[in-house]
């Protein structure tokens, strides 16, 4: 018996290194759409405070993501700007569920402060510039694969300035991109999400304003963990559904998820 507990004794420490080295190997490489990055970089910030553990987070579009998880890529979570990409993903039986919305988005139309485009709620101001032949350039993401730019372009369709404004419109390969043509002065102004928009190093350089949720179908934006997922993973994934998190998120602008 006193052999066991010296045993034992002396294998506590080394049963205790070995965690903390699994640990610090077990960095899960994430997928997240572009629109939560000031949010979850402040998210993964407060999770490795608490919990010492890492994670890897790699931005892009959502769509481009989908193909790049079907191929193969290394993600062990996913969190997606529009829940039918995980949809997507669980009928190719890529994920072992459909995951949960973690947060749902809302768009802005967002011009540099120096920029003379008037900025309104139903766009008065870009027909205005459309009409007078003033609005030369306006950013949106690609509506091809990044969900912002598709709600983008429902709500030019919706206040009828699709047609028109397609001349002027530059394109951004994601959200993120299109909110850094929206207020560097490349593009008169855009429609992003209101998450960088109210994002310190937008804000500081841009005038906002929120467009209706009407005009657009809504954001549910939807996580999920993949077949690869580990423990790091995994804890991340529920630490995300957290009251801590969930008040980031509303930080930036994101409604409360409902599930």
């Not at 919990?51 to 790049?68: D, L, M």
């Not at 459309?130 to 912002?148: E, M, V």
């Given at each position: 018996m006193k052999f066991r507990v010296m045993l034992l004794a002396l294998l506590l420490p080394f049963l205790a290194m070995s965690k903390v080295v699994l640990a610090a190997q077990d960095v899960p490489a994430i997928a997240a759409a572009s629109s939560i990055k000031f949010a979850l970089d402040d998210i993964a910030k407060q999770f490795t405070q608490e919990?010492?553990?890492?994670?890897?987070?790699?931005?892009?579009?959502?769509?481009?993501?989908?193909?790049?998880i079907r191929n193969g890529a290394p993600f062990e979570l996913f969190l997606s700007a529009d829940e039918?990409?995980?949809?997507?993903?669980?009928?190719?039986?890529?994920?072992p569920d459909q995951g949960v919305i973690y947060a749902v988005g809302q768009l802005a139309i967002a011009a540099p402060k120096s920029s003379p485009l008037p900025l309104d709620a139903n766009l008065?101001?870009?027909?205005?510039?459309?009409?007078?032949?003033?609005?030369?350039?306006?950013?949106?993401?690609?509506?091809?694969?990044?969900?912002?730019?598709?709600?983008?372009k429902e709500v030019l369709q919706k206040l009828g300035l699709w047609q028109d404004i397609q001349p002027n419109l530059v394109f951004g390969e994601n959200v993120s991109q299109a909110a850094q043509f929206a207020v560097s002065g490349a593009t008169q102004g855009g429609l992003v999400a209101l998450s960088?928009?109210?994002?310190?190093?937008?804000?500081?350089?841009?005038?906002?304003?929120?467009?209706?949720?009407?005009?657009?179908?809504?954001?549910?934006?939807?996580?999920?963990?993949?077949?690869?997922?580990?423990?790091?993973?995994k804890?991340?994934?529920?630490?995300?559904?957290?009251?801590?998190?969930?008040?980031?998120f509303a930080d930036y602008g994101f409604a409360r998820a409902t599930n």
């Open positions: 919990t010492g553990r890492k994670v890897r987070i790699s931005y892009g579009s959502s769509g481009n993501f989908v193909a790049q039918r990409y995980i949809t997507q993903l669980a009928k190719a039986q890529q994920t008065d101001g870009v027909k205005q510039f459309l009409d007078t032949k003033q609005l030369k350039r306006f950013a949106i993401a690609n509506p091809d694969h990044a969900p912002y730019g598709e709600r983008a960088l928009a109210v994002a310190k190093p937008f804000k500081a350089r841009a005038n906002y304003v929120v467009i209706p949720q009407e005009y657009y179908t809504p954001l549910d934006q939807r996580m999920v963990l993949t077949l690869k997922a580990g423990e790091t993973a804890h991340f994934y529920t630490y995300l559904q957290s009251d801590a998190a969930q008040a980031v």
